[in-house]
């Protein structure tokens, strides 16, 4: 177990500053494993006598929504639009217009990282119900002249901590996620740059070099670990996965049987 007493555990930072703005820094490594083999404990112990300090009150959270992905059909791709997204426990919703564009910052062999820089235009917004969701699908179909459908859903279970690294105090997540959709499951460990605890200017010239350092170090920890062969780095995301495991799609928004 972690000893919650451990110097090297840190307060929860007053102050976070984000350096990017409007995109993110990840890397993500396909678990291939019964989920809950490789527990949150054998992940922690890595970084136990490490570069990084774990984050009090952010060094164990855990969290389940349910995803339903829409997109539209433009020179034969499909292009995803909108996420609505719902959290059971909360009962709450939210409509997420999400269209990024995802590029390795740099790729790797072997056992290195895979890290990808994602540029994304996002809308956030809450709603109170899924009819409302849906309701502003529609006007954005007739404003885009597409014909939006729906494409497929994901649950979640996402169970996380956060680590610092400790001579930049730079805070990263690591997160197990695993993800059901029609009787099939993606399980992955996702690592991403989140904020610096110090002041700093909004952007620090050659930050992303020192992001992808850190990915690496940690990634580097996890492959090399006793429980690294049960990962393998990759850049699927959520949405290709969600495509993959689709049969027929036609663009009245049905699935249909090979």
Request: hydrophobic letters at 35%; glycine letters at 6%.
């Amino acid at each position: 177990m972690i000893d919650k007493n451990d110097n090297r555990i840190l307060n929860k930072p007053k102050k976070r500053i984000k350096e990017i703005l409007g995109y993110e820094i990840e890397l993500k490594l396909n678990y291939f494993g019964k989920f809950g083999e490789v527990s949150f404990s054998d992940i922690k112990h890595i970084f136990a006598d490490s570069n990084f300090a774990f984050v009090d009150e952010l060094d164990d959270l855990s969290s389940i929504f349910n995803f339903d992905y829409y997109g539209y059909w433009k020179s034969n791709n499909l292009i995803r639009l909108f996420v609505l997204i719902y959290h059971p426990s909360t009962n709450k919703f939210w409509l997420r217009r999400k269209e990024d564009y995802s590029s390795p910052i740099a790729v790797y062999t072997g056992k290195l990282a895979h890290i990808a820089r994602k540029e994304e235009t996002i809308i956030f917004q809450k709603i109170y119900n899924e009819k409302a969701g849906l309701e502003i699908i529609k006007k954005e179909e007739k404003r885009l002249g597409y014909k939006i459908v729906f494409v497929g859903s994901i649950v979640r279970q996402k169970r996380y901590f956060m680590v610092e690294k400790k001579d930049t105090t730079r805070t990263y997540s690591v997160a197990l996620d695993r993800c059901r959709s029609r009787g099939r499951t993606l399980n992955q460990l996702e690592i991403e740059y989140k904020w610096i605890r110090e002041k700093s200017r909004q952007y620090t010239k050659g930050v992303e070099n020192i992001i992808n350092k850190d990915l690496k170090e940690i990634q580097k920890m996890l492959l090399n670990s006793k429980i690294g062969g049960k990962f393998v780095p990759t850049y699927l995301t959520k949405w290709e996965w969600l495509l993959s495991l689709r049969n027929k799609f036609n663009n009245n928004g049905k699935y249909e049987k090979n």
